[in-house]
């Protein structure tokens, strides 16, 4: 059948099967496969020309110690679910990616990061063990001083397929997020807020990329810190971790192409903007509002029409960073492609073998998927690579491989060890073949 | 519905997993029963973190149906709701040829659950209440040449469902027959599905809950297939023989 990423790009032919047991995964090793969680990494990572190993049938809980917050659970199991059972405990994830429909083997795989990268990490850094199904079928527990485990975290499925994970969680005292706007008028303004708010423990610039000139960059910074059980409103003490009912909206198919160009696009970014100038005092947002305003609209990524969209994601060096980032605002903003999202983020110090965050700011834009922005994302690649910075697989639909290996020392390395442990042979996706890994 | 106890039969298929997940999450307390409980255990512990309900795990085995009457017996407590998903597709082409897979085919999903339910409802009959919840399936509608002796033991089941739904009626004690079409588990895996037709295991979990509290006798899942097996059943045999379905 034909499968693809979030993105709706590319369309991949595949063999998608759904295995129960650890037999049943051995059976498909040979094939040349790649697992698949929820199908929230945006390009071609988690489906394979070979056998697509859908996880969903790995999806477990299997211990929890109530004190020290530590979840052993199998890699199919969603964030969503996770965040359900363990908040009206006083449990948060201390990592989260935008959205909480995806599984722990995929946070794993992308070792995905959150708004609190600066402060905290990634996801392989809340981890205690993984197991991994290796090659030759064997299941291995790997702690964190393990090479194998460095690799795995990050490695896109491509050491083995992830079976179970122990992660810890954080304390919080309620399920509510003060959240403070800030607004800047240009990308020097945002980028002096964000450093300024360092000490923030979630910090993230919404950018309006379309904004041109002296106003290019004009962004919003939303700071946030877990709420205090003293700072809710006494309606909610006796539950504060309580969501307040949220009406979810479905996007029913993939919108017309005639609904999102330059124009529509300039006129939400602009209104988004204006609208975040109103709201700078301090606002409680719960949990669901906060991390994951993009979930109340369940298959948003049709909003993009039948051809799907592309997100580009990089991370510049804090030294080149602001130069970086206006060439590649300025480069993108000219073009005037629709782009309704752009995201700005700091990052914290590097870990793993070959995940994506390194010091520095993490810029991430959406495209509608079309000529034009295939081009635009090949002179973005540039400006990157002519500032130190690096890619984000997990975003990823159409690098190539040498910008890839000019990217970043790591991936000679990285594909050395997938051909040296044969790992290679057995576990791949559209993406790794299209990468050389 | 009240909070009770509710016994699921078969309980390591997608249907039985998806069909505790859901009862877990309304708060009930789950027993699960199949052949090799042990191989539950995972899905005990996680039934449990996640909802926070007791889980209880029990072996059954369906073809030994003289063992059915002890089962219920050893039971904790006798639940309020006993759900069964006990089936066996197998491979139609090898049951043609071989007799011990087709016997194995009938019994498992004619005799086995029938007796189990059977022994259940004794019991459910005496106390003068509970629910009984037998998943057959809509190949019992019409015997097909492409998958008949499956279909004729479901078709046996489903017989048995409204029998004993007549019987029990005046105890007190309501009897759900579930008919799903094509679902999307273990047993159709490699099977080339249309996508409209074919429900998740998740949804006929939900519809098995809503039958319960609606009382409801005979649900189709999906609606559809009530439509496509009343066209099917329509067919004159004349007809019928001639097409290839």
């Known amino acids: 059948m034909k499968m693809s990423g979030w993105g709706r790009y590319p369309m991949v032919e595949t063999n998608l099967v759904s295995p129960h047991t650890e037999k049943d995964l051995r059976d498909h090793l040979a094939e040349g496969c790649i697992a698949r969680g929820n199908g929230r990494a945006y390009g071609d990572s988690a489906v394979s020309t070979g056998t697509t190993l859908h996880m969903r049938h790995f999806n477990r809980m299997l211990r929890f110690d109530a004190q020290t917050g530590t979840l052993e659970a199998e890699a199919g199991v969603l964030l969503e679910d996770i965040i359900k059972t363990f908040l009206p405990q006083g449990w948060f994830p201390k990592v989260t990616p935008g959205t909480k429909y995806v599984t722990l083997g995929g946070m794993i795989a992308a070792d995905v990061h959150g708004k609190n990268h600066h402060k905290s990490g990634g996801m392989s850094e809340t981890l205690t063990w993984i197991d991994v199904m290796n090659a030759d079928g064997s299941v291995q527990r790997l702690s964190p001083d393990d090479p194998l485990f460095a690799w795995t975290c990050g490695g896109m499925g491509l050491t083995g397929v992830i079976l179970r994970a122990a992660i810890q969680l954080r304390r919080v005292e309620t399920g509510y997020i003060e959240q403070r706007t800030l607004s800047a008028p240009n990308l020097q303004v945002a980028l002096e807020m964000l450093k300024a708010a360092h000490s923030a423990t979630y910090s993230v610039a919404w950018i309006d990329c379309l904004s041109k000139g002296a106003a290019l960059g004009r962004a919003l910074i939303m700071l946030g810190e877990h709420a205090k059980h003293s700072a809710l409103h006494s309606a909610l003490h006796s539950d504060p971790f309580a969501l307040a009912p949220r009406r979810k909206w479905t996007m029913p198919m993939a919108a017309p192409q005639v609904l999102l160009n330059q124009y529509t696009a300039r006129a939400f970014n602009a209104a988004y903007w204006r609208a975040g100038q109103h709201k700078t005092d301090p606002v409680l947002t719960d949990w669901d509002r906060y991390f994951y305003p993009l979930d109340a609209i369940l298959g948003w990524n049709r909003i993009y029409g039948r051809r799907g969209f592309l997100q580009f994601q990089c991370v510049l060096p804090h030294e080149t960073a602001e130069g970086g980032l206006q060439a590649l605002l300025k480069a993108t903003s000219e073009a005037g492609l629709g782009a309704f999202l752009a995201v700005l983020k700091q990052m914290g110090a590097e870990a793993g073998g070959i995940s994506f965050p390194r010091p520095g700011l993490t810029l991430a834009i959406d495209f509608p998927r079309n000529q034009g922005s295939l081009q635009l994302m090949e002179r973005l690649d540039q400006i990157v690579l002519a500032h130190a910075g690096r890619f984000y697989l997990a975003k990823d639909a159409r690098l190539s491989a040498q910008t890839l290996k000019a990217s970043d020392p790591r991936v000679t390395p990285f594909a050395q060890m997938l051909q040296n442990t044969e790992a290679d042979n057995h576990f791949h996706s559209a993406q790794s073949k299209r990468l050389k890994l | ?245």
């Open chain 2, 1 to 245: 519905m009240s909070v009770g106890v509710v016994l699921i039969l078969g309980a390591g298929s997608d249907i039985g997993r998806a069909c505790a997940h859901f009862f877990a999450a309304k708060g009930h307390t789950i027993q699960l029963a199949a052949r090799a409980p042990d191989r539950l255990t995972a899905d005990q512990t996680d039934l449990q973190l996640r909802y926070g309900v007791s889980v209880s795990l029990h072996a059954v085995d369906a073809l030994e149906t003289d063992t059915h009457a002890d089962f219920v017996q050893a039971l904790p407590v006798l639940p309020d709701v006993a759900i069964s998903v006990i089936g066996l597709l197998g491979t139609h082409t090898k049951n043609l040829k071989d007799t011990a897979s087709a016997v194995q085919i009938l019994r498992s999903n004619f005799e086995g659950p029938a007796t189990l339910l059977g022994a259940l409802a004794t019991q459910f009959e005496a106390r003068g209440s509970g629910t009984l919840v037998g998943v057959s399936s809509v190949a019992g509608n019409r015997g097909r040449a492409s998958n008949y002796i499956y279909g004729a033991a479901k078709a046996g089941f489903t017989a048995y469902l409204s029998g004993l739904r007549h019987r029990l009626f005046p105890s007190g004690v309501h009897v759900v027959t579930v008919l799903p079409g094509f679902v999307d588990t273990a047993m159709t895996q490699g099977m080339n599905l249309p996508p409209r037709l074919t429900a998740q295991p998740g949804q006929v979990a939900e519809a098995i809950y809503y039958a319960i509290v609606k009382k409801r006798n005979i649900i189709y899942f999906k609606p559809i297939w009530r439509v496509i097996m009343a066209i099917i059943w329509a067919l004159p045999e004349e007809v019928f023989k001639r097409t290839r379905l």
